[in-house]
């Protein structure tokens, strides 16, 4: 597995193209992603979203048309593509798989990947794994996670959600939607901090 990364726009978001045998999946296309992305790939097969935030789907529509691929998007989300009062002029995007349920495998052109729910700092906040990556979105980040002073977050479902992700058995490299990678059981160390600062 390869795994490219960009970050786009103002708020420096990461977007991903991650290529298993010879097939490009593109993780949140943000702002402006997509000459970036069209110079970056060969083989394009899927959009992914790890939430609906303007600043990660900016560019899915475009993506999408542009290579005649399918968008999934975590259901809770979906409204966001098309709600332009928080940023007027943001593009609008029409998901082609509503991706729903607290763990949900899917398979794309034979590549096996784990969307993981973790409500908080959106509805449909969720981080996709594919093999020893965990693309974490805006849930969690190098010694930090989202915020949830946003219109549509919740303090009350992201300690919930740490709680769970706490309990993953597993160790990967995270990859977050800013910043720089760290590991599953890194953040898991730092959890309890954040848990009890939300209370």
């Not at 943000?30 to 900016?58: Q, R």
């Not at 007027?88 to 509503?98: H, K, N």
Request: hydrophobic share 35%; aromatic share 10%; proline share 8%.
């Amino acid at each position: 597995m390869q795994i490219k990364v960009q970050p786009m726009g103002m708020y420096q978001t990461n977007c991903y193209i991650v290529t298993v045998d010879g097939k490009d999946i593109i993780i949140d296309p943000g702002v402006d992603a997509t000459a970036w992305i069209k110079e970056n790939v060969t083989n394009p097969v899927a959009v992914l979203n790890t939430h609906g935030h303007f600043d990660h789907v900016w560019s899915n529509q475009e993506t999408k048309e542009l290579f005649e691929i399918p968008l999934y998007t975590p259901k809770g989300d979906i409204p966001m593509l098309t709600d332009n009062s928080w940023v007027p002029d943001l593009p609008p995007s029409f998901p082609d798989v509503a991706v729903e349920g607290e763990v949900t495998t899917l398979e794309i052109e034979g590549i096996s990947m784990t969307f993981r729910h973790f409500p908080g700092h959106c509805p449909g906040c969720s981080t996709i794994e594919i093999e020893d990556a965990m693309f974490s979105g805006d849930f969690i980040f190098d010694r930090s996670i989202g915020r949830t002073d946003f219109p549509m977050s919740s303090p009350e479902d992201m300690k919930t959600s740490l709680k769970r992700f706490m309990t993953l058995d597993f160790d990967k490299t995270v990859y977050p939607g800013h910043g720089g990678t760290t590991t599953v059981k890194a953040e898991q160390r730092n959890a309890p901090y954040w848990i009890e600062s939300l209370s």
